[in-house]
């Protein structure tokens, strides 16, 4: 069983609860030690006094900030004292719409967990309401020395802690990107292959039929150089398509990309959305249709909305109001 990397107390107003930080992901990524060429000799990474070339323990390391003139040591005991709460206060401030955060801002998801049964109710309360409400809860708290935005959300059932950006750690892309293409538009015709090959290449959202093929191959080259024998390279990217080729390229995309779904009478493959162009209902039955879909959305909340929305594949869904979803909903 996991155990926290964090405990304090998560409040929102006059309500708190004690919670545990639980890490939500895991890296697979294949680790190797530093050896000397031509040696099994592990290389290893010393604390050393570069004046005295001697190895100093951690307990004699303290902390210095160069001020130019001279260094202010600072002990790692002084920096716990001035964290805001004594870094056990996970306190909210607010809750936000979670449309109208930027996904850019989002980094690192933890888990979050009550400490203790008796605290389930508190715990099943924030994160039903927040389910019901789509909003998340702003916060700020001190792990490690160092103070943390973060954004607490309900997620399947339980409670989430994702960790932010600043706002001042987030870089402008036009300063920092050059040769950002301007205002001009594409071509209507590019524009409407462009959203054919989209189309064509729509598909289901599953995590699960996606894994990390780099590090598959770098265990083959492992179990390869045991054995003694060679592996095959990787093939070289793809050239850049040149923008007189690009209807040419567009085309063939779509083509390609639509073959084996028109061939052999086979079914399409999950995610495959079949084309409902010049196949409208009768007019009676459209508006009774409409009608009845628009009486069903009433009920349902934004949350709610939102992931029907998702399902129904609504672009610009994010920053919609929730009478937009219903519209859209309804149209769709």
């Not at 099994?40 to 902390?63: A, C, F, H, M, P």
């Not at 909210?92 to 980094?107: A, C, H, Q």
């Amino acid at each position: 069983m996991a155990r926290p990397v964090w405990s304090g107390v998560l409040s929102f107003g006059l309500v708190s609860v004690p919670v545990g930080l639980y890490t939500a992901t895991d890296s697979h990524a294949i680790h190797f030690h530093q050896l000397q060429r031509g040696t099994s000799d592990r290389i290893r990474n010393r604390r050393v006094n570069e004046r005295t070339g001697e190895e100093v323990d951690l307990e004699d390391i303290v902390k210095g900030y160069d001020t130019g003139e001279e260094y202010v040591l600072v002990e790692p005991g002084e920096l716990e004292e001035i964290a805001p709460g004594r870094s056990r206060a996970l306190e909210i401030r607010g809750f936000v719409d979670l449309d109208e955060v930027d996904p850019i801002f989002f980094d690192k998801t933890y888990y979050l967990g009550p400490r203790g049964k008796e605290y389930g109710d508190v715990y099943r309360l924030l994160e039903q309401a927040l389910e019901r409400s789509n909003r998340a809860g702003v916060a700020t708290f001190v792990m490690r020395q160092r103070e943390y935005l973060v954004a607490v959300k309900a997620e399947k059932g339980l409670l989430t802690c994702h960790t932010l950006h600043w706002a001042d750690e987030i870089r402008e892309p036009r300063k920092e990107i050059p040769g950002l293409p301007g205002k001009a538009k594409a071509s209507a015709k590019e524009l409407r292959m462009a959203e054919q090959l989209i189309e064509a290449l729509s598909m289901d959202w599953d995590p699960a039929d996606f894994h990390d093929t780099y590090q598959e191959k770098v265990a083959a080259l492992i179990k390869a150089k045991q054995a003694g024998e060679s592996v095959e390279k990787a093939q070289e990217p793809p050239k850049s398509t040149n923008v007189v080729d690009l209807m040419d390229a567009l085309r063939a995309s779509v083509e390609r990309a639509r073959g084996p779904k028109d061939t052999g009478g086979k079914a399409a493959p999950r995610g495959a959305r079949r084309s409902t162009v010049g196949k409208k209902p009768p007019a009676g039955k459209r508006a009774r249709s409409a009608a009845g879909t628009r009486a069903s959305l009433q009920d349902l909340s934004k949350a709610e909305l939102y992931k029907k929305a998702t399902a129904a594949h609504i672009t610009g869904r994010s920053s919609m109001t929730r009478d937009d979803l219903i519209n859209a909903l309804t149209a769709a």
